[in-house]
């Protein structure tokens, strides 16, 4: 079963720099994506990155393109996001998800209905 476990949110000032981290276990197969998403309080769920385990593509949202980057360390079955440059609108709870077969996935890797698993999210605060 596949598993997907978020850690390293917390609070930071305006200007800080945060790396999450995604754990992944359970796939069967390496053609798969992860993707980050966050949702604020009162807002839909937003897809702010996405990687494809398999030969590294990215995706970023126009929100946080060139302040935060994803990467994969596929020794470790790990995703992460580093953010840097935070603002107080990156305030959110955090979640990575995984979309089983890359293939396909193209610009629909910003929708929540594209992935198939998800984990239990991490809180980032960032104060003014």
Same mark, same amino acid.
């Given at each position: ?7 390293? *949110? ?19 197969? +390496?053609?798969?994506?992860?993707? %980050?998403?966050?949702? &604020? ?5 937003? *897809? ?6 398999? +030969? ?9 393109? *060139? ?21 107080? +609108?990156?305030? &959110? ?12 996935? *193209? ?10 698993? %998800? ?10």
């Amino acid at each position: 079963e596949v598993q997907l476990v978020e850690s390293g *949110g917390g609070l930071v000032q305006a200007g800080g720099s945060l790396r999450l981290s995604c754990t992944a276990s359970g796939f069967t197969s +390496d053609d798969y994506a992860i993707g %980050w998403f966050r949702q &604020a309080p009162g807002k839909e769920r937003e *897809g702010i990155s996405c990687i494809s385990r398999r +030969d590294g593509s990215t995706y970023y949202s126009e929100s946080v393109k *060139g302040r935060f980057t994803i990467s994969r360390d596929n020794t470790k079955n790990m995703v992460y996001l580093q953010m840097n440059s935070l603002k107080p +609108d990156d305030t &959110a709870v955090y979640y990575c998800a995984a979309r089983l077969m890359y293939y396909g996935l *193209g610009l629909l890797w910003k929708y929540p209905r594209s992935y198939d698993y %998800w984990g239990q999210g991490t809180q980032v605060t960032v104060s003014s």
